[in-house]
């Protein structure tokens, strides 16, 4: 119990004033001195302004009908007489929150503290009241926000959470406890272990603890295991929370089942995977446009088809990329174009095309394109499948250029066995002999014809057509020198160097270096750069044989050689019967394929 010194008890009264008064002015709250009966002694200006009343207007009345609320009345008498009685009372000395009224009538909370006080010898009471209407209010905002919010949580389909600083979880809504089958309350602090996929639950911690560290958004994937070991995926988005001065809370989150469109996904995945094998591994290209005829899918046939890769295609016009420009050079519109119009068509379109490598040459393709339609019949795209038919073209072509071939070698063939015949039999001195030539030449001809034959009457080398027609001649000895770059000769050209080589080999077989032993023979060629281009300069050369003498007339050999092959070659050829073996020289423009 307070004692106050006597100079309260010589102030005049009201009691309070001296050292009393200044004492309740210089207090922050409100001051109410009351006597032992209930009545007011003394108040403080902030008493006056948090209660109405003037100090004059409160000094001699009860205290309950100035500031107690009437339905607390009764308590705080009954407070005053057992204090009175006893000595004790249940507000005494406790801070308490009470209802108080203003003059104006409204009511308001109030922290309240009383204390009892003698002055002089009566019985007096001392009560420091603050008004707290701001924070009840804000307590009571509070408490409603957190109510709303629990409503708002619990009634959402997202499952929400809220995490501290540290990353444990302080909050779940009631949709977590229906998902996983955990009371509420054992999800909290690290309760989260309990649900997270036991193989992903270190490397979500560290990436839970990372963004809370970062202090960043985040967004993440998960797998997570119920109560009753069903494993669901989880879309867990989070946020940071601050606190009012700007200190890091933790983090707001909202977690979405998304175990269905996970194994949509998945299986989309798996179907996406058996596609790719099918169409990469197909032979035929495959190309899929959408309503705009922008390519949205080629498959690897497709790619090295037409030389680009998907990604340079991807939301390109086919046409503009591939079938822009037509083999003359002149600029293929896209409303001319087949493929283009299966889609408005809703049509399937077969034919041949030209397309446009990437290199920049052009290739014949066979095409079909049809359009793709969704369920409700609406052309969506168009799928087109091509084929290189280059091979084919030339086939066809090597096809009829071989029949036509065909007959004219025939007739050629005839024509020539016709005439070596007429002149191996023509004034032969022995039957023998003019049918060992017959059959030479004949031998010679077969040759180059099965060598053309492997090389599908296309271009042939002119090595092998030398090697060829001189391996029967050949012992097996060192005496032959054959040399020169290989060049490609056409069927026409090497079937008369064949019959001219032949007679030239039979000849120094019969009277030249291939009659004896020492005899030494020499195949050369080369090319030549001239002002009127390349030259083939070929050049046959006898050694080491006998004595060689000019020939008193000219066969049938010598006139295939000079005359037919210089004909064929469009060149100068010449044959010298020098003592010391023949030499034959073949000057004549280089005969490449197309001469």
């Not at 498959?299 to 939301?315: D, H, K, P, S, Y």
């Not at 600029?331 to 446009?356: M, Q, S, W, Y």
Request: glycine fraction near 8%; aromatic fraction near 8%.
């Amino acid at each position: 119990m307070l004692q106050v010194n006597e100079e309260l008890d010589r102030a005049a009264p009201p009691p309070g004033t001296g050292m009393l008064r200044p004492m309740l002015e210089a207090a922050l709250d409100a001051v109410v001195v009351m006597r032992a009966d209930g009545t007011v002694a003394d108040w403080n200006g902030v008493a006056e302004a948090t209660f109405g009343w003037h100090r004059d207007e409160a000094i001699g009345r009860l205290m309950a009908d100035l500031i107690v609320p009437p339905q607390h009345r009764s308590a705080h008498a009954e407070g005053l007489r057992r204090f009175t009685a006893t000595g004790r009372g249940p507000v005494i000395g406790r801070r308490i929150e009470i209802s108080a009224l203003h003059k104006n009538g409204r009511e308001f909370p109030v922290e309240l503290s009383i204390s009892p006080i003698m002055i002089g010898e009566a019985q007096h009471f001392i009560g420091f009241l603050r008004d707290i209407s701001e924070r009840a209010q804000s307590d009571q905002r509070l408490r409603d926000s957190e109510a709303q919010f629990r409503t708002m949580a619990d009634n959402s389909p997202g499952l929400i959470w809220m995490a501290d600083a540290g990353g444990a979880i302080v909050f779940v809504n009631q949709r977590y406890e229906e998902v996983f089958g955990y009371p509420v309350a054992d999800l909290h602090g690290t309760g989260w272990r309990r649900i997270i996929h036991p193989d992903d639950v270190d490397a979500f911690h560290q990436t839970f603890l990372r963004t809370v560290t970062e202090q960043a958004r985040f967004r993440t994937e998960m797998r997570t295991v119920t109560r009753s070991g069903e494993v669901l995926w989880l879309q867990c988005d989070g946020r940071p929370r601050f606190e009012e001065d700007g200190s890091f809370a933790g983090y707001v989150g909202v977690n979405i089942d998304i175990t269905d469109t996970k194994q949509a996904q998945d299986s989309l995945r798996v179907t996406q995977r058996r596609l790719d094998a099918v169409l990469n591994n197909a032979s035929v290209s495959i190309f899929l446009m959408d309503d705009k005829q922008q390519c949205i899918y080629m498959n690897r046939a497709a790619e090295q088809l037409t030389g680009f890769r998907f990604e340079e295609t991807r939301g390109r016009p086919l046409h503009d990329v591939i079938h822009h420009t037509r083999p003359d050079g002149s600029h293929f519109p896209l409303h001319e174009c087949a493929i283009d119009r299966a889609f408005p068509e809703k049509n399937n379109t077969r034919g041949e095309e030209v397309f446009v490598h990437r290199d920049g040459h052009f290739y014949p393709v066979a095409f079909t394109a049809s359009p793709v339609c969704d369920e409700d019949a609406n052309t969506v795209g168009t799928i087109i499948e091509v084929q290189d038919i280059t091979e084919r073209r030339r086939a066809e072509n090597h096809q009829r250029l071989l029949i036509d071939e065909l007959n004219h070698r025939v007739k050629n063939t005839l024509s020539i066995i016709q005439g070596i015949a007429r002149q191996s039999f023509k004034g032969a001195a022995a039957w023998h002999e003019a049918r060992e030539a017959f059959e030479g030449r004949l031998a010679a001809l077969a040759a180059t014809y099965n060598l053309l034959t492997d090389q599908h009457w296309d271009t042939v080398s002119i090595s092998a057509v030398i090697e060829d027609t001189l391996r029967p001649f050949r012992d097996g000895t060192q005496r032959f020198t054959i040399e020169g770059p290989d060049l490609q000769i056409v069927p026409k050209t090497a079937v008369t160097l064949a019959l001219g080589l032949n007679e030239l080999a039979t000849n120094a077989a019969k009277y030249g270096a291939l009659k004896t032993d020492e005899g030494q023979l020499e195949v050369v060629w080369r090319t030549v750069a001239t002002d009127e281009g390349e030259r083939l300069r070929l050049m046959w050369r006898e050694s080491g044989g006998p004595h060689v003498e000019q020939p008193s007339r000219q066969g049938f050999g010598t006139r295939m050689v000079e005359r037919a092959l210089a004909i064929e070659l469009g060149g100068q050829v010449r044959i010298d019967f020098r003592p010391e073996g023949v030499v034959c020289t073949v000057d004549a423009p280089l005969p490449r394929t197309g001469a």
